[in-house]
């Protein structure tokens, strides 16, 4: 198989993931800190269309969603054939995105635009989530095995 196959099926693997993961529940979390009977769940698409909102409004957890610019950095130099800058992109991507569940035990994210300002507590992840890492991994998977020396080409 040639490199050029191999780089379109990553390629194509990765993007696919990315885009399956906004059409499913990224996270669930409840709108109280002490009832956790009410959960609410956010899809993807939500997280990746208004995350740069709660960056602005200086929300940590939000720093998470700098991995997505950092994955279309990654994709970007993968299809150039420059391994090793996406391969530390896709890990940047992969602390950024895990680095989401962490800072939100200690600030919770308040939902910008509610309304009724609305703050979700106690985060989980959702396949959604899993999907979106996956992306990320594979990305830095490829990049890992194809920037050693006998495989480039």
């Known amino acids: 198989m040639s490199q050029l196959t191999v780089r379109r099926i990553v390629l194509g693997v990765a ?3 990315f885009i399956v993961s906004l059409f499913l ?4 979390s ?3 800190e002490f009832d956790v ?3 609410v769940f956010t899809q993807g698409w939500t997280a990746l269309a208004f995350g740069w909102i709660a960056l602005i409004f200086i929300q940590t ?4 969603w700098l991995a997505n610019p950092f994955f279309l ?3 970007r130099d993968f299809w150039r054939r420059q391994y090793q800058s996406s391969m530390w992109l896709a890990v940047a991507c992969l602390l950024f995105g895990s680095s989401f569940f962490l800072l939100s035990l200690f600030q919770p994210l308040l939902v910008v635009f509610s309304g009724n300002g609305q703050t979700l507590y106690h985060p989980k992840q959702e396949v959604g989530f899993a999907i979106w890492m996956i992306s990320f991994f594979v990305i830095f ?3 890992a095995v194809l920037s ?3 495989t480039r080409g």
């Open 61 to 64: 957890p939000a720093i998470a």
């Open 30 to 32: 409840t709108d109280s």
């Open 15 to 17: 993007v696919g993931c």
């Open 148 to 150: 050693r020396p006998e």
């Open 73 to 75: 950095f990654a994709l």
């Open 25 to 28: 529940p990224a996270f669930s």
């Open 37 to 39: 009977t009410h959960v």
């Open 141 to 143: 998977l490829a990049s």
